[in-house]
């Protein structure tokens, strides 16, 4: 017991000394990130920018609920410089609550598109988007027509009646794509439109986007709901078998023909009490770099937001040709409706 | 001088209740804060799901409770009561599925059980099925398996532990009185067991309440999930504490109810047992003997073999996998390893500190004291965390030049506090069940001898309790190990676990590359799990 304690005791004085002294922060030449993305490619990103600019970056993944929660905390003394979260009604409530610093930027202006990004003060933008997903519908080639899920409405429609496959309603993607849906229909047809999902359920809500895809694949349902960064990673897979699912399912961008297909966004912005305040607008000015943003979309298959970007990634390609028609609803209000929302869910049974 | 040091650890014992008990406190603290926001959000839950949720969780502890108590029970009394072919090894391996975080488990049984797993597609393909072959894996059933196969380890370490100290040689006499082999398990062996039975349990239904991972994962409405939808998705933390209360309330009960539990019985016999040929467990052969057996193997085969070959399976078959930052396995695993021993070190010394003081010192504040402590436990990671966040950012906001938003988030103080708010109880629970089996009688012999105090708890406890300590030991350093919610939110930069690298590839639903890690936290885990198996053997 006394020899395990020692080396217990050794092992720990020696790395937790490691771990104090890597919170040793340095004062020049260093952004701290706060990050809810959390993919493996991402650290490609950040190395290229580390070389390119000499800049070196400490780095918390975590999830925007936590980002959130941790820089409430940290108050004036957090040591936050870039915040990146991956929903647009949460960059909504960090900009409502007092999070980020309003930064004035031509070349995040210029690059990013005004729908994308929080709208403008005197101060300047509190948030920039940098990439989006589409929440698009997928369907069994075989057992369901495509132009029985060519709008989101239908997914509620007694047609596809046991046949709906969906993670979650309370996901971020999910309550994003409610609460625009809120705006599009108003709140009680929203609420029928919930219920009728509901009843048209394959299987109670579970699992992640992947999982969805996988049981259209499978036949346990006939259609779902997934982000495009899943359904073009299964197409790109280096293993059949994933290959084949994302064979067998069609895709469809729904509401083409009206308001355009939901996208959720991910974005960026410098924190309030941020120290290093220029390195994290050149960080935040880096992300919209035709390097950076290449890398969002073919290293990651998420669309880039830099307009005019050649797009050279296969499976996005394939899915839509490289273009389609975006949902232009205000992310304040897809934010300020999602407690509404999920009471909604709780009300018609919908977990 | 006596006064002055009996003072100052008593100032210490407060100082330390306070900060394990602060989370819990500002948990309670919410109702103070009651307003029309969360009260309307509370309102609509109870209307619509909060039902839901009280009656899945109820079914899910029912389930778990008779789960881990029969598996745990069992096997301990298996390899301590009887000797059969493998004992020694199964011994040990039956302390495997406590490297298995619940949530790799749950991910390794869907990802080849499900619909659209490779199980089910086989059978389908080969014999021409359509539909559903099995049941769904992930519902309330589904997850009360996956809980006892990674739970039930709590039970048998400790009651493995009760049964190896004083069972044989009282078994032995009751033989020789005459009594039969069932009704000398049922009727000496067992009782014997019972406050770590209850301990164990206990241990387990808090870890099942304070879950998130596999019940979001399998989509089932336990009251956590309404907590952190009151958390995250309305974003009212008060509405959330506020539903934590009532969580505590039910953890409260079940506290109370194991230690009346205890009180009826007396455990502790005036004689040290000391292993001798009277002891030795009894053999076992024939049909017996393969029946015992199975019943030992069976646990370790579904809470560890299989899903370690699942996910080497998914390991194999998974894409992108050579695009790991392979050079930093190394460095996740030493994180992981150093963050679960500092803490566990940390929290075994406060757990013994609070017990002895209880023993030595037992009045009304103390029990309050361990109580609040032992709450932590339950409280779900992330509403620690909250707990944590909220009265240091008032601070923070009143004295911004304290800078002791920093030294929480930025230094490793946060987040071990977190871990010991949290784990402090399950070292409380091991050290006090080790107490309860060291009789009153050592004490009173000891003062008479001159002997009290510190000096008490050093010459005559700790020898007597280094085998429930090494046990807490284990147990905390492996829980840190796979702990997440506080860990996500609380660890430095650059810091990253063994546990957080599976959590974050695994929500990125890459369960391939998620693999990697979780094998490693496994293997990691192992580590301890190994040399406190040989620990306790000894001793």
Redesign the interface.
């Known amino acids: 017991?006394r020899s395990?304690?020692t080396v217990?005791?050794l092992?720990?004085s020696?790395?937790?000394a490691g771990?104090?002294s890597?919170?040793a922060?340095a004062d020049e030449q260093v952004i701290?990130l706060y990050s809810a993305r959390?993919?493996?490619?991402d650290?490609a990103l950040y190395s290229d920018f580390t070389k390119a600019t000499g800049i070196k970056i400490?780095?918390?993944?975590?999830?925007d609920?936590?980002?959130i929660?941790?820089l409430?905390?940290?108050?004036?003394?957090?040591?936050a410089d870039v915040i990146l979260l991956v929903d647009a009604a949460r960059l909504w409530?960090g900009e409502v609550d007092g999070m980020f610093l309003p930064i004035k930027s031509k070349t995040l202006e210029t690059a990013i598109p005004s729908q994308l990004r929080s709208k403008p003060t005197d101060d300047g933008t509190a948030w920039f988007g940098l990439s989006t997903r589409a929440r698009v519908v997928v369907y069994d080639k075989l057992k369901v027509k495509r132009e029985d899920v060519d709008t989101y409405e239908e997914l509620a429609d007694p047609k596809n009646k046991g046949k709906l496959c969906i993670r979650?309603g309370?996901h971020p993607y999910n309550?994003s794509l409610f609460g625009a849906m809120t705006e599009h229909l108003g709140p009680a047809a929203t609420e029928v439109w919930l219920k009728g999902m509901v009843d048209n359920m394959a299987?109670?809500?579970?699992?992640?986007?992947?999982?969805q895809i996988?049981?259209v694949?499978?036949?346990?349902c006939g259609i779902a709901v997934t982000n495009t960064y899943?359904l073009a990673?299964l197409m790109r897979?280096?293993?059949p078998?994933?290959k084949a699912?994302a064979e067998r399912v069609g895709v469809v961008f729904p509401n083409q023909q009206s308001w355009g297909t939901h996208v959720n966004v991910a974005g960026g912005a410098v924190a309030r009490y941020s120290k290093n305040q220029a390195n994290a607008v050149k960080f935040l000015e880096y992300l919209v770099s035709p390097e950076a943003q290449n890398h969002f979309a073919n290293g990651n298959n998420e669309w880039p937001v830099v307009k005019g970007m050649k797009l050279d990634n296969p499976a996005l390609k394939a899915m839509t040709g490289g273009n389609f028609k975006s949902e232009l609803v205000p992310i304040s209000a897809v934010g300020m409706n999602?407690?509404k929302v999920?009471?909604m869910l709780?009300?018609v049974g919908f977990? | 001088m006596v006064f002055s040091s009996r003072l100052f650890l008593r100032c210490v014992l407060a100082v330390l209740a306070l900060l394990l008990a602060l989370p819990v406190l500002t948990v309670l603290f919410s109702w103070a804060q009651w307003n029309d926001a969360s009260a309307s959000i509370l309102a609509e839950m109870a209307s619509t799901v909060l039902p839901d949720y009280v009656g899945t969780s109820l079914l899910l502890c029912a389930l778990v409770s008779v789960g881990v108590i029969s598996m745990g029970t069992v096997s301990a009394a298996a390899v301590t009561l009887f000797d059969f072919p493998m004992r020694r090894s199964l011994e040990w391996a039956l302390l495997l599925p406590l490297a298995m975080p619940a949530y790799v488990v749950a991910y390794a049984y869907t990802d080849y059980l499900q619909f659209s797993g490779p199980l089910q597609t086989g059978i389908r393909a080969a014999f021409g099925l359509e539909g559903r072959v099995f049941p769904e894996v992930r519902n309330v059933w589904g997850a009360a398996c996956v809980f006892t196969l990674a739970l039930y380890p709590y039970v048998y370490l400790l009651a493995r532990t009760a049964l190896s100290e004083r069972a044989n040689h009282l078994m032995e006499a009751a033989r020789l009185l005459g009594a039969p082999l069932s009704r000398r398990i049922l009727r000496v062996a067992l009782p014997l067991a019972r406050p770590a039975i209850a301990a164990g349990t206990a241990l387990a239904l808090m870890e099942t309440l304070a879950d998130f991972g596999v019940s979001s994962y399998f989509g089932i409405q336990t009251f956590t999930a309404g907590i952190y939808k009151a958390w995250l998705v309305m974003d009212n933390r008060i509405a959330a504490a506020q539903l934590a209360t009532l969580l505590l309330i039910v953890v409260v009960v079940l506290l109370a109810a194991e230690q009346r539990a205890q009180s009826r019985l007396r455990f502790s016999s005036a004689r040290v047992d000391r292993h001798g040929s009277e002891s030795q467990p009894l053999k076992l052969q024939g049909a017996a003997a393969a029946f015992v057996w199975t019943l030992c193997v069976l646990p370790v085969l579904c809470g560890f073999v299989l899903p370690v070959l699942f996910m080497f399976r998914a390991l194999l078959q998974g894409d992108g996998v050579m695009d790991l930052p392979w050079s930093r396995f190394v460095q996740w695993s030493v994180t992981s390893l150093s963050l679960g021993g500092m803490t566990a070190l940390l929290a075994v010394g406060a757990a013994l500190l609070l017990a002895a003081q209880a023993r030595l010192h037992p009045n009304w504040l103390t029990r309050q004291a361990m109580g609040v402590v032992s709450l932590g436990y339950a409280v779900p990671g992330a509403v620690i965390v909250v707990g944590l966040l909220l009265p240091v950012g008032w601070v923070q906001a009143t004295w911004p030049q304290s800078g002791v938003g920093f030294w929480l988030t930025a230094t490793v103080l946060g987040l071990v506090w977190a871990y010991l708010v949290r784990f402090v109880a399950v070292a409380l629970q091991s050290v006090q069940s080790g107490y309860a089996r060291v009789p009153a009688s050592l004490d009173d012999s000891a003062r008479m001898l001159g002997t009290s105090g510190l000096s008490l708890v050093r010459r005559v406890h700790w020898p007597l309790l280094k085998k429930p300590l090494a046990a807490a030991t284990l147990l905390v350093l492996v829980d840190v190990m796979k702990e997440l919610p506080a860990t996500l939110v609380l660890r430095p930069f650059n810091t990253d676990t063994l546990a957080i690298m599976a959590y974050q590839l695994a929500r990125d639903e890459r369960l391939g590359e998620a693999a990697l890690p979780s094998l490693a936290l496994v293997l990691v885990g192992l580590l301890p799990v190994i040399l406190l198996s040989r620990t306790l053997r000894r001793n």
């Open positions: 017991m395990t304690l217990l005791s092992a720990i020696a790395v937790s771990l104090f890597a919170s922060l701290n959390h993919y493996p490619t650290e400490n780095r918390v993944d975590s999830d609920a936590g980002i929660a941790r409430k905390a940290e108050g004036t003394a957090s040591p409530k979650s309370s309550l299987r109670a809500p579970k699992g992640g986007d992947t999982d996988k049981a694949a499978s036949g346990e899943y990673r897979s280096t293993n078998a994933e699912v999602q407690i999920q009471q709780d009300r977990k």
